[in-house]
T-cell receptor, first 116, second 114 residues
Framework: DTGVSQDPRHKITKRGQNVTFRCDPI?????LYWYRQTLGQGPEFLTY????????KSRLLSDRFSAERPKGSFSTLEIQRTEQGDSAMYLC??????????????FGPGTRLTVL | AQSVTQLGSHVSVSEGALVLLRCNYS??????LFWYVQYPNQGLQLLLK??????LVKGINGFEAEFKKSETSFHLTKPSAHMSDAAEYFC????????????FGSGTQLTVLP
């Protein structure tokens, strides 16, 4: 059990560029979540997957945000045409939730995005 | 809809003193409740959780929390603070039975004074 990993840990980009972040969940975890955390705030839910199915995406901040989990393992979060307001920490979490058990979410170290 | 309120964005205690971090929640269905800790530039680590059963739950590093339904509270305590407890603490809630995304409070920064 190597924990949730995220890549890159830091990303600096210019306004208008596209960025993509990767999350590798704990092996065999069926659920994967994306959150955004801005300075001085708690994490804010964006979207989640159960296996490869994206079950909730209405909380994605705009149509510039999209996420995939094509084979039910790793996931990517893409932000198109970045804006300065997108600067934040993007956190990924996974859980092995089956029949109401294993509800705790394990978080990765996050990707810190800075948009210049 | 659910929400979490953490009273006190900053709490300072002396080393060895009692730690009390407050969390109140609002939920239309019975909730599951969590406390997470975040160290600088790191992800969140689960301290403890309440799902069902005993309302006093014990977690890692000597922390515990009590679920009080009548007060809609889930305050975090530790009898004796240690310097290594200095971090940011987040309370979170999710609907029971269909636990999905977590709704977090805005966090409490704990400072431990020598």
């Amino acid at each position: 059990d190597t924990g949730v990993s995220q890549d890159p840990r830091h990303k600096i980009t210019k306004r208008g560029q596209n960025v993509t972040f990767r999350c590798d969940p704990i092996s065999e975890h069926n659920r994967l979540y994306w959150y955004r955390q801005t300075l001085g705030q708690g994490p804010e839910f964006l979207t989640y997957f159960q296996n490869e199915a994206q079950l909730e995406k209405s909380r994605l901040l705009s149509d510039r945000f999209s996420a995939e989990r094509p084979k039910g393992s790793f996931s990517t979060l893409e932000i198109q045409r970045t804006e300065q307001g997108d600067s934040a920490m993007y956190l990924c979490a996974s859980s092995n939730q089956r029949e109401g058990l294993g509800i705790e979410q394990f978080f990765g170290p996050g990707t810190r995005l800075t948009v210049l | 809809a659910q929400s979490v309120t953490q009273l006190g964005s900053h709490v300072s205690v002396s080393e060895g003193a009692l730690v009390l971090l407050r969390c109140n929640y609002s939920s239309s269905v019975p909730p599951y409740l969590f406390w997470y800790v975040q160290y600088p530039n790191q992800g969140l680590q689960l301290l403890l959780k309440y799902t069902t059963g005993a309302t006093l739950v014990k977690g890692i590093n000597g922390f515990e929390a009590e679920f009080k339904k009548s007060e809609t509270s889930f305050h975090l305590t530790k009898p004796s603070a240690h310097m290594s407890d200095a971090a940011e603490y987040f309370c979170a809630v999710t609907p029971s039975g269909s636990a999905r995304q977590l709704t977090f409070g805005s966090g409490t920064q704990l400072t431990v004074l020598p």
